[in-house]
């Protein structure tokens, strides 16, 4: 069974930064792309980042390029968010997710994953 469980999260100043991780078990390397969201309380769940795992190849969502960076590590099937120049509207829960099925479903898509991680908090002060 495959499992998804995050950690990194915390709170920090406006201007600072946190990573997480995504640490996968159990068929981790069938992936065909991972993906970070966040839901903020009172809004819907979105798309941060992604990363296809065969091409290595990632996608952001505009309100964080140039200040997260998404990255995996094969060997030690975890996913990272490096997460830089926080600010006080990237407070969220984060939750990792992953997709073992190929699909045209866009990257930003929650359907297009079929694994969760249970999420971890990340709280910006101003």
């Known amino acids: 069974q495959v499992q998804l469980v995050e950690s990194g999260g915390g709170s920090v100043q406006a201007g600072g930064s946190l990573r997480l991780s995504c640490a996968a078990s159990g068929g981790a390397k069938s992936f065909y792309s991972m993906a970070w969201f966040r839901q903020a309380p009172g809004k819907e769940r979105a798309g941060v980042a992604s990363?296809?795992?065969?091409?290595?190849?990632?996608t952001y969502a505009d309100s964080v390029k140039g200040r997260f960076a998404v990255s995996r590590d094969s060997a030690k099937n975890t996913l990272y968010l490096q997460m830089q120049s926080l600010k006080p509207e990237d407070t969220a829960t984060y939750y990792c997710?992953?997709?073992?099925?190929?699909?045209?479903?866009?990257?930003?898509?929650?359907?297009?994953?079929?694994?969760w991680g249970q999420g971890t908090q990340v709280t910006v002060s101003s």
């Open positions: 990363v296809f795992t065969n091409s290595g190849a990632t």
């Open positions: 997710a992953a997709s073992t099925v190929q699909s045209v479903v866009n990257w930003s898509s929650e359907s297009k994953y079929n694994y």
